[in-house]
């Protein structure tokens, strides 16, 4: 029997999720298909696949957006571009006598998501070009599948089983309650090319497995995903992902908003050295404390505001306030204890002290203090031996004054009491030459 399948309606709802800040992961797809002449009735075995349209391909392009003493530190994304298969070259050129710097690109989605420096080089002025080599021209590139398994376009191998009523039937793609079915990744809509198309292939189990044309555009469905993640993801010119961390690099504000029983939040940012200001806001509803790190915030107008209580920030570079305030509440703490003021004092007597600057982050700048290692070792308080806490730090600062304060009070009586054995001296040595001074003769 010759067979003619077509879909003849394409349909697409987004179900948002109920839960507060949780993107949404399902597509609700709807569409028909037809066998020869006669409306299919019974379950279907249906293959789907994510793709970009084909002739979307585009190329990407960054600059070398930090300089440092010759050295290229960092290569801003310009245009993630489009249609990458495997991570192209990147070429650095510079007509002031800059050589050397080599770098090497990162491919997700079929976008270039990071570009990361394997040597810096030298002499580099600012008049510097970086180009990134094209994607391969008119191929499809695989965003997501029913079961993970399409490269490039192609067909996956694993069918998912769908009833189908007089031709019509419904599907929610990214609906891991159905067999073959894995879900919709969140980041989808952040590397998907703006024509992202939905491709189907059916089979009625005789006929065996068929192509569905033409491929369903979806239109701006998916970028409510990143939309609900991202804000606008145009604005974001790199995101990349590793392991279980989102990486996210723009010129201007990076807001994330999280909600739910997550586990913790872990957000690192990479500010790159600049005037105005630098501004990572995050907000939670996290019923367990989450954890905010910054690797890097620099001092010129730089903000830090997060919105999660009862969680640790952690800066391997410098941090400008105008004061800040330790949680210091006695019935915010436990476990009291006395200590020893004297032996705080003669532990931090012992304790070298030198001067030093940082390997990075401040540009040789000196500092003075203790190593932590040392600070450790002689109180045995801090969450380890690499950082002393500005707490700890205090409270030895505090506990030795008092060390010095006994000290300076024992010697002050101790004076007072020779003072006063030096005043009876005296009061009995008037005595003394009173009864030895001769009478004078009349």
Known sequence: MNRTVFTAIGIFVLLCSTLHGQAPQLINYQGRVVVGTTNFNGTGRFKFALVNATNSSSTATAAADVISAGVIEHIKITTPGNGYTSPPTVTINDTGGGSGATATATVMFGRINKINISNGGSNYTGTTTVTIGPPPSNTNFTYW????????????TNYVSIGVTNGLYSVLLGDTSLANMTAVS????????????LRVWFDDGV??????????????VVYAFGASILGDPSTATDISTSGNQLNLEASGIIKLNTGGNMTGVNVTTSFSPSTGNH?????????TPGEVIADYIISAGAEFSAGISGTSAGFSGDVNAHAFNATSDRNAKEHFGSINAREVLAQLVRMPIQTWNFKEGDSGVPHIGPMAQDFHA?????????????VDADGVAFAAI?????????????????AKEIDALKN????????????PTK
């Open 428 to 439: 009995r040595l008037d005595e003394v030459e009173k009864i030895l001074k001769p009478t």
């Open 207 to 220: 006929h065996g497995s068929q192509l569905l044309s033409p491929d369903q555009r979806i239109g701006s």
């Open 378 to 390: 002689a109180f045995q308080v801090g969450p380890d031996d690499k950082h002393i806490s500005t």
């Open 279 to 287: 501004v990572l806001n995050i907000d939670s509803d996290l019923t």
């Open 186 to 197: 969140n980041f989808v809509a952040a590397y998907a090319s703006a024509d992202m198309r």
């Open 402 to 418: 008092q060390g010095l304060n006994e000290i300076v009070q024992e010697q002050n009586a101790e004076l007072a009491a020779k």
């Open 145 to 156: 599948s029913n079961d993970g398994t399409s490269v490039n376009g192609s067909e996956p």
